[in-house]
């Protein structure tokens, strides 16, 4: 059986529930500090649904909801970043591209353990008082590198937004332009996923139709995110997305250890 009653025959109507619930958490979440929606949303598909329907399910969602954050503020505010950052853009989808077909060949543990310990040290660090100092002559570097990074565990795991976010944060990027930024990387990032997953097999004829109605309750709990997000000033919203991040690489370790 194909589309939405393949996957009920498969899983049943509580995991469909269930998936509906676990993207509204991660779009109301995005919509608040901008990113987070594959960690909170895959984390919690992923104790009730096998890892690459999880996987599935989180593509479409991502796609279109990175598509509308990144246009929030216009196509010339979008443009304007992409010039900006088009390194950090680049690289991501080019590592996106060549990483998901490891998806299903790779044990994911080791990967979420080294992401997860890396994101809870920094986010922690950070919310302590370390400010990290980025010298103008290295950022094109650095730029690359994070790209190449974020983009490997996107490929392999559909979350690449925390190399970026704590790119953005130790560059004291403003609130309006992180959040835009964020969405362009996402974004783009996005649409190469979908391809590369269309060809690796993780979004086929069954998960392809799920994955394109949980776009409702995705972008629903985002636009309710949107209105906590503009009451944030810019103290508190970094504050916020630092414990967002610690949370996630929480639990990405969790997920490590215990699957």
């Not at 194909?2 to 509580?14: H, I, K, R, S």
């Not at 993207?23 to 895959?42: E, I």
């Not at 890892?51 to 279109?64: D, S, W």
């Not at 991040?245 to 990405?252: Q, R």
Request: aromatic share 10%; proline share 4%.
């Amino acid at each position: 059986m194909l589309g939405l009653d393949g996957f009920l025959e498969a899983f049943g109507v509580t995991a469909l529930i269930g998936a509906a619930f676990s993207l509204g958490a991660g779009g109301f979440t995005k919509g608040v500090v901008g990113f987070a929606l594959p960690l909170v949303a895959l984390s919690a598909m992923a104790s009730f649904l096998p890892y690459e329907t999880a996987l599935a399910l989180l593509i479409l969602p991502t796609l279109v909801s990175n598509v509308l954050q990144a246009l929030r503020n216009g196509l010339d505010a979008a443009m304007t970043s992409l010039r900006r950052y088009w390194r950090l853009v680049l690289f991501t989808c080019i590592m996106i591209a060549v990483s998901a077909q490891l998806v299903v060949a790779l044990p994911d543990a080791f990967f979420f353990a080294l992401l997860g310990i890396t994101i809870t040290l920094f986010g922690l660090s950070q919310s302590f008082g370390w400010q990290p100092r980025l010298p103008d002559h290295h950022l094109e570097r650095v730029e690359t590198g994070v790209g190449l990074v974020a983009g490997f565990f996107g490929g392999i795991s559909g979350v690449w937004g925390p190399p970026v976010v704590m790119y953005l944060i130790a560059r004291h990027i403003p609130k309006a332009e992180m959040v835009r930024v964020q969405a362009l990387v996402y974004g783009v990032g996005s649409v190469i996923l979908t391809l590369a997953h269309s060809k690796s097999g993780v979004l086929n004829n069954v998960t392809l139709p799920v994955s394109f109605w949980l776009i409702l309750p995705t972008m629903a709990a985002m636009f309710l995110g949107y209105k906590v997000q503009d009451r944030l000033d810019q103290a508190v919203f970094r504050k916020v997305t630092l414990w967002v991040l610690v949370a996630a690489g929480l639990n990405l370790l969790r997920r490590a250890a215990f699957g």
